[in-house]
């Protein structure tokens, strides 16, 4: 009874909020209409609709194959998809690709909604991935392979990461994620002990074997042959640094971290002295002056769009975040920056810290460890995406040019997301049956 009233309380919770979500998205929808005149745009009440539509789909979807899941996931990812897709429709008055791409960033929303329903319908027992750890690896690791495969592997913006067949193009390395993540959290729920404890001696300590630590040197062989082959730096760090947070979380044993810190700077020393590519972001890093009109411009551009933001923003309509290139995809964050000033940046940075923070909660309220070592492994690949592309845009770290969680356009990310979102809310709703947290009568989202 007490799992019941908590559920329908998260719901209405979920629903008050998806409200909100909506309204803000028609209400940015019509001031990037209005910047550019007096008069509404005429698809206005298609697009309540449209947005409405979506957001009830999704939850009456939770309402009814996981109602006692998590109250906040779901709205604060349709907030950060909302914030994207207005940019996106912004951007399409500048003409060039962005009207096509906000037209096809409507589509992809529907299919990550689709993908979504589906994930929830059909993962009744996330432990499927637990029992089948190693075909989820061998078909993580085909898919990440995919693009170098003759023909069907193409090449965009200099990195080899696309597969096209017929009229479809998408990453596959969105797809790896979402099995690599599994397979992770699989092995090092069955190989704990061993990882923590050790066995074999050397003089007073207890070390793990070669064999158990193989996944380790796995992860970072194949994080240096997507970097070698697909040049693809942001897969490449994202793949190496979740299964090292992963492997810290699990074991909690400082050795680790010493230890993956010793072989990322080793892969990245080795990169930076055989990779072209891999020298140029670095110097776009550290001096994109050099090179202000070639490969310099984009990272300038973005500096200044963020500057010209100020604290509140140009407006939404107001600014030119066309001037840097790809202002929808590697810099939509410019995008934000610039039109929604220091106060919307913030804004965004703090939903996907509450978006991260209530991952991390589902994990530390799960009792099975492989549940909750999957659900600190979405919210460490969500976290750590985030960081990269943040911290490139705002030169923290060197740009990866790996796409911003929800926000920025592209339908495998977004579709490849949403799948996680949903094993996230299936793996809250587990928790909350087996035993609903301190405050659920109270009515905690």
Known sequence: MAVASFARSRRRAE???GLLVVAVTVGGYILVALANGPKLPPNVAILLAWVFGLYAVAHL???????????TLLPIAAMLNGIGFVMIARL?????DYPQQARAQSVWVAIGIVAFVVTLIVVRDVRIFERYRYIALLLGIGFMLLPLVPVIGQSKG????????????FEPNEVSKVLLVAFFAAYLSEKRELLTQGRIRIGRWFVPSPRDLGPLLLAWGMSLLV????QDIGTSL???????????ITTRRAAYIVGTVVLLVVGALVAY?????????????????????????QPIQGWYALGSGGVAGTGLGLGRPWLVPLASTDYMFTSIGEELGLVGSIGVIALFMLFVGSAFRIAVDTVRPFNKLFAAGIATIIGMQTFLI??????????TGISLPFVSYGGSSLIANFVLLAILMRLSDDSARAEPPAGALAGAP
Do not use: C, Q
């Not at 939770?62 to 109250?71: H, L, N, W, Y």
């Not at 002295?273 to 310099?296: D, I, L, M, Q, Y």
């Not at 943040?390 to 740009?399: A, D, N, S």
């Open 15 to 17: 629903l008050s909020l």
């Open 61 to 71: 979807a939770v309402r009814r194959f996981a109602p006692a899941a998590d109250g």
């Open 92 to 96: 399409a008055g500048a003409g060039r």
């Open 158 to 169: 200099g990195g080899r990461l696309w597969v096209g067949l017929g009229p479809v193009n």
């Open 227 to 230: 970097l070698a082959y697909e």
């Open 238 to 248: 994202l793949f190496f640094g979740v299964f090292a947070a992963m492997l810290y």
């Open 273 to 297: 002295k055989a990779f072209g590519h891999v020298r140029v972001r670095v110097e776009n890093w550290t001096n994109p002056w050099a090179h202000p009109n070639g490969s310099g411009l």
């Open 390 to 399: 943040i911290g490139g845009v705002t030169r923290v770290i060197p740009l």
